[in-house]
């Protein structure tokens, strides 16, 4: 079953890089430079608002602002920014699909990046329901600095596998 299952992913990934589109970014000496720099552009603001909320979460920086305040603020650019990563980081692996799928920094960088959205999920479903019984305190409560803590260390393993993808 599980040599199947691999059989069909490794053929889905020939055909996704088989695609026109994708065969020309492939191929192009600067589509595919100009995509890179779009997703890692992308990247550094999904990050960088991330890792704002995180230290907030975490009771180190930013600590006479609502952790609501924070949130509201940066959520839309955070969004924005994840959006642009995805679009141009799924063009990026079309380019070579069947290369990545086997890669093994490019499925921990995507295993990681669900564990990301798990915490996130978790966080917002347990910890965020009762903010406004400490949303102004200077250090959140111990559930709330170790999803800030969990989201922080899950985005930096996104990051430096997402690094190495191209030495593999």
């Known amino acids: 079953m599980l040599e199947e299952n691999l059989?069909?992913?490794?053929?889905?990934?020939?055909?996704?890089?088989a695609q026109p589109f994708a065969v020309e970014i492939a191929e192009s000496a600067w589509l595919f430079p100009i995509i890179e720099s779009i997703h890692v552009l992308a990247l550094a603001l999904v990050v960088g608002s991330i890792a704002m909320v995180d230290l907030r979460?975490?009771?180190?920086?930013?600590?006479?602002?609502?952790?609501t305040e924070r949130i509201n603020h940066l959520l839309p650019y955070t969004w924005a920014a994840f959006t642009a990563a995805v679009v141009s980081g799924g063009?990026?692996?079309s380019s070579q699909a069947?290369?990545?799928?086997a890669n093994i920094h490019f499925q921990l960088k995507l295993g990681f990046l669900a564990l990301a959205g798990i915490n996130m999920a978790v966080f917002h479903l347990?910890?965020?329901r009762d903010v406004a019984k400490w949303d102004s305190d200077i250090k959140p409560p111990g559930s709330a600095r170790i999803a800030g803590g969990v989201s922080l260390s899950?985005?930096?393993a996104i990051v430096c596998f997402g690094r190495w993808i191209g030495f593999d």
């Open 91 to 93: 063009l990026l692996f």
């Open 154 to 156: 899950l985005w930096v």
């Open 7 to 17: 059989s069909l992913i490794g053929r889905v990934c020939a055909w996704i890089g």
């Open 126 to 128: 347990a910890g965020y």
């Open 57 to 67: 979460l975490l009771g180190v920086v930013a600590v006479r602002t609502r952790v």
């Open 98 to 101: 069947a290369t990545y799928c």
